[in-house]
């Protein structure tokens, strides 16, 4: 009997949470995958917002749904309180943390925005990322 593990066999954690696409890449260590929040492109006054400039603002975003989580997210001796965020959480982080990608979708061709951060990037939690309007230095 082998102990070893076939690359169709091997699952990762994320797959099971909230059903990753297959094409969405899996975190590693202690890196989180997080989807960001997508604004409107009409702004209240009733501009509507070009492609590129909607695009900047997404990349700039600082509230973003967690989709993943890597293996040794939290895993840390210092986390004495545990986790603070789950995959499904809507997260808080700095304006330049993390790694930002685009992926495109195999079915429809359009690409997707995520970012990949570190759990120690995490600044808060919210239940109505909605409210929040705008990232201030």
């Known amino acids: 009997m082998s102990n070893t593990v076939s690359l169709v066999e091997a699952k990762h954690p994320a797959d099971e949470v909230i059903g990753l696409p297959d094409y969405y890449p899996r975190p590693t260590g202690y890196r989180m995958l997080v989807k960001p929040m997508i604004r409107e492109n009409k702004r209240q006054s009733g501009i509507v917002l070009p492609d590129e400039v909607q695009q900047n603002d997404v990349m700039l975003n600082t509230v973003g749904l967690v989709l993943a989580q890597g293996p040794e997210c939290y895993q840390h001796d210092d986390r004495k309180y545990g986790a603070w965020c789950q995959p499904g959480d809507w997260i808080l982080f700095r304006k330049h943390a993390g790694t930002r990608v685009k992926m495109r979708n195999p079915d429809s061709g359009e690409t997707e925005q995520l970012i ?6 995490i600044l808060a939690t919210t239940a109505r990322p909605e409210l929040v309007v705008a990232y201030v230095e």
Do not use: G, L, Q, Y
């Open 116 to 121: 990949f951060v570190a759990d120690d990037e």
